[in-house]
């Protein structure tokens, strides 16, 4: 093997978890580092791209950008400018109603004819609805125990149904905790802080993410192509676990999804959607969600693009499935990748974590700070 086919790490993946490792050991360390994404392109399941019409598309579903987290932001910055956008979701009713999304005052008002004017009369509302319950473990409980069961059942067993293709009693509550109940009118789909989106696009923060004189980068090829044919002292691997070790407990299962894209004609150059997305929670309707993508980038264009998500088994592997039995079984592999103090599991797959982008970088950068205090990777001698 050739002195120049040695890589002070390899990295598997080119989304947030390895890009951002890559930058670290690179321009921190001085690394050389190869990354190989099986893909034809960076950026991961954040990957977007200009379609026919101009029109900035995720083609692993809309992607939104938000975080509390100051030094996310901070190292994401050094690589992009940003756009403020604040996401906004209507819920469509069987009927055509369409209401606010999280619950909030308005969404009860709508929905129930009545004019509840402070945040107590919500919370007196849902207080009679409610239904305590003792230890708050699955999604169903997370609900029904803050609106009761007639919300949970309006908004949320539906659209999980479908998504998960279980019911919410069956998943951690952590699923259907991502969504807040509000007292109050704010109608924003996220409260953090930063809410803003790459200005150029994901895509284009990616390629300045791995911009380096010490970053090699290999698309479409597969760990398994460089294995034998490049030397590397340490492994970096941000691909589903299971896979990583030949599935020899059994596959973890992931939920997949599609997207069909739908192009209206905008001679005024306006927005076809009220707001970005628009979800269908009842499970006579297919897909899951309609997001309208320029609300997203801010562009003017003549046509505007939607992307219908419809739930999947089959498919890439996007949502890791948060509950006991899943837990038992990546513990399990989790505890062969303690064995390998050579390679790093970081990243959504890797971890079998829900995690967003924001947790993604953050985790990267704490386990990159980690690896440096353990002595596990060091700084390379300037020759
Ligand atoms: P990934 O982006 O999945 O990157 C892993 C890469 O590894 C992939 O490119 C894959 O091709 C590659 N790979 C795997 N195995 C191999 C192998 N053997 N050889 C070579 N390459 C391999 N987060 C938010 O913050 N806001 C959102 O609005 C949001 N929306 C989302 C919508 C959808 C539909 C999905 C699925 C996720 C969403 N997320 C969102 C989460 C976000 O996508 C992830 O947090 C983030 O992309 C994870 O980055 P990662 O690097 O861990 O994984
Ligand atoms: N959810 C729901 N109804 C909705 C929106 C969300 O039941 O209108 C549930 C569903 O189980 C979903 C989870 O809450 O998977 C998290 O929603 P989020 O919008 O954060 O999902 P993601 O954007 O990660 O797909």
């Not at 692993?60 to 932001?73: E, L, R």
């Not at 628009?278 to 320029?294: D, G, L, Q």
């Not at 990546?330 to 890797?350: D, H, I, Q, S």
Request: one cysteine or more.
């Amino acid at each position: 093997m050739s002195d120049s086919e040695h890589f002070d790490t390899l990295i598997v993946g080119a989304g947030f978890a390895g890009s951002v490792m890559a930058e670290r050991l690179a321009a921190r360390l001085g690394q050389r580092v190869l990354v190989v994404d099986r893909r034809p392109h960076i950026a991961g399941n954040a990957y977007d791209e200009a379609d026919e019409h101009g029109v900035l598309v995720h083609r692993y579903g809309p992607h939104i950008f938000h975080t509390q987290s100051a030094k996310v932001v901070d190292y994401l910055s050094r690589f992009t400018g940003w756009r403020t956008y604040e996401h906004r979701v209507l819920a469509q009713l069987e009927g055509g109603l369409r209401v606010p999304m999280p619950i909030n005052r308005t969404t009860i008002n709508l929905l129930y004819g009545l004019d509840l004017r402070t945040e107590e009369d919500v919370v007196a509302f849902l207080a009679d609805r409610a239904e305590p319950v003792e230890y708050v473990r699955t999604s169903e409980d997370a609900v029904v125990s803050k609106v009761g069961r007639e919300l949970y059942e309006t908004f949320f067993r539906g659209y999980t149904r479908k998504q998960w293709q279980r019911d919410p009693s069956e998943l951690h509550a952590s699923v259907c905790g991502r969504l807040p109940t509000r007292t109050n009118t704010d109608d924003r789909y996220f409260t953090d802080d930063f809410q803003q989106m790459p200005l150029a696009g994901y895509t284009r923060m990616f390629e300045r993410i791995l911009d380096h004189p010490r970053i090699e980068v290999r698309l479409s090829t597969d760990l398994e192509d460089v294995r034998g044919e490049v030397a590397y002292d340490h492994l970096v691997y941000t691909g589903p676990i299971d896979a990583f070790f030949g599935y020899r407990f059994g596959a973890l299962p992931y939920r997949s999804l599609e997207w069909e894209l739908e192009t209206v004609e905008t001679p005024d150059r306006g927005l076809v959607q009220p707001c970005a997305s628009i979800n269908f929670p009842s499970e006579n309707v297919a897909h899951t969600r309609i997001t309208e993508y320029r609300w997203l980038t801010g562009q003017t264009h003549t046509a505007s693009t939607l992307a219908v998500e419809y739930p999947r088994t089959e498919g890439d592997p996007y949502y890791p499935i948060p509950n006991q039995e899943t837990r038992g079984l990546y513990k399990r592999y989790a505890a062969l990748a303690a064995e390998l103090p050579e390679v790093t599991f970081v990243g959504r797959l890797a971890r079998y974590q829900y995690l967003n982008m924001d947790q993604v970088v953050g985790q990267a950068l704490a386990t990159f700070e980690g690896l440096v205090d353990s002595g596990a990777v060091a700084e390379v001698p300037v020759a």
